[in-house]
């Protein structure tokens, strides 16, 4: 997986790799001084398990992007992490979350709980749920809260953000790559952020959906397929 960023007045290209054995995550930089000769590569973390999905956004308020990255471990347990960038290239490894039961994997940064600052949701494809992390702020000194958006997604693949239903917040859509079906549930405001969200089936017959993605302009879900493999 790649990302392009422009960060620390430089540009950077982003590679994530992951294996069930042995997986990491990288940051490829171009040198100033010539262009064209190519990357170097510098290691945030290594020794992982399985790594899948990748996201990058300011989440601590300092004005530079910040990395986030699940790991599973033995083929069963996950924990999301936040890599928080001083600026200067340098990355510290935060735990958002650990011992979820399942894979997590693709995920999306926005403001869930309109406090103005980023929260994660993510996926977790062997559970079938959807959960979201609540950015606690204050520069990282108080922990991040678990929600669940719905226990209902069979094989969860990928999920995005959107105000779908043009009330000020932001709904969730999910797409299941085994069970066909894209869903988008709304987000029930502040008051109602501790339990479930209502689910409402977009496509049922949408077969091998996959990477979805969210149009803020008209505030729809696009479900982008991918052919089977």
Wanted: with cysteine; hydrophobic share 35%; aromatic share 8%.
């Amino acid at each position: 997986m790649r990302w392009v960023a422009e960060s620390c007045g430089r540009r950077g290209l982003l590679l994530v790799f992951g294996m069930m054995v042995v997986a990491g995550v990288c940051l490829g930089r171009l040198p100033a001084q010539d262009r064209k000769s190519g990357f170097t590569e510098h290691l945030l973390v290594g020794n992982l398990g399985y790594v899948f999905g990748l996201a990058a956004a300011d989440l601590d308020g300092d004005g530079d992007l910040d990395i986030t990255s699940p790991d599973i471990q033995e083929k069963s347990v996950s924990t999301l992490s936040l890599f928080r960038n001083n600026g200067k290239g340098k990355f510290q490894k935060q735990v958002i979350f650990a011992g979820e039961p399942g894979w997590f994997e693709r995920h999306v940064i926005g403001d869930i709980d309109g406090d103005g600052t980023p929260d994660v949701a993510i996926v977790n494809n062997q559970k079938g749920n959807v959960v979201w992390f609540a950015n606690p702020g204050n520069n990282g000194k108080l922990p991040w809260r678990r929600f669940l958006i719905t226990n209902n997604c069979p094989k969860a693949y990928d999920v995005a953000l959107a105000d779908l239903d043009g009330d000020g917040d932001l709904d969730a859509a999910t797409s299941g790559y085994r069970s066909h079906i894209v869903s988008w549930y709304e987000n029930p405001g502040r008051k109602g952020l501790g339990r479930e969200w209502p689910r409402r089936v977009i496509d049922s017959k949408m077969h091998e959906s996959r990477t979805l993605c969210s149009e803020t302009s008209t505030g729809t879900a696009i479900p982008t397929c991918c052919p089977p493999r």
